[in-house]
């Protein structure tokens, strides 16, 4: 999943949980933070610095989000701080529900086949629009335009229907509630579209040998 997904998925979940009863409520950031900086590490660890063979390691399982959120906790002495880093790095996975090593490093995988050079991909990006050139082929590999838009469209809906504070004016209720169907109805789209297909080869990768 691209960023304006996750961003979304980290949202929900962080308003879901201020949402509930008798809880203190917790800041966005570091769900915003998990939202991004997961594929940042893991993607520069495996193209670049090569210390793994496949892009979702590092920060793409449970034992970074526990320990990630207790480390910041500490760190900064603000619980809600960690919980919220936890949420986001979860909501992190349900984005990459395709493939994602949840208890690495402690259960072995066999890890994928890596297609892309993704970070390699984005620098070559930089490097064209910069030069106002045409983007290469390594550059146009890593980008997929329609559903990048369809992850807008569900960021949009998402900080529409939960983020009601930065407006002058409060969103009527009925407006806040059809952003938030229009937002799901984008996330189930995704997933039927992308995600299942992808996630019935990695079963079959698995299965079939």
């Known amino acids: 999943m691209y960023p304006p997904g996750h961003l979304a998925i980290n949202g929900l979940f962080v308003a879901a949980y201020n949402a509930l009863p008798n809880v203190r409520s917790i800041p ?17 660890a495996t193209d670049f610095l090569h210390w793994m063979p496949y892009g979702r390691n590092y920060l793409h399982n449970l034992t970074a989000a526990v320990a990630g959120g207790i480390i910041l906790a500490l760190l900064l002495r603000s619980r809600g701080a960690g919980i919220s880093w936890c949420i986001g790095l979860i909501g992190h996975l349900v984005g990459d529900f395709v493939f994602v090593p949840l208890f690495w490093p402690w259960v072995g995988y066999e890890w994928p086949d890596e297609y892309r050079n993704i970070a390699a991909g984005v620098v070559q990006t930089v490097t064209d629009v910069a030069g106002g050139h045409p983007l290469s082929e ?12 369809v992850e807008c469209i569900m960021l949009g809906g998402m900080f529409h229907a939960l983020q009601p504070w930065v407006m002058k004016h409060r969103i009527p209720f009925w407006t806040r509630v059809t952003a938030m169907l229009f937002a799901l109805a984008a996330w189930g789209y995704i997933v039927v579209e992308w995600e299942y297909p992808a996630f019935l080869n990695y079963v079959q990768f698995y299965t079939i040998k």
């Open 138 to 149: 390594l550059a146009a590999s890593v980008w997929h335009f329609r559903r990048i838009g």
């Open 28 to 44: 966005l950031w570091p769900a915003v933070v998990a939202a991004i900086l997961p594929d940042i590490t893991d993607k520069v």
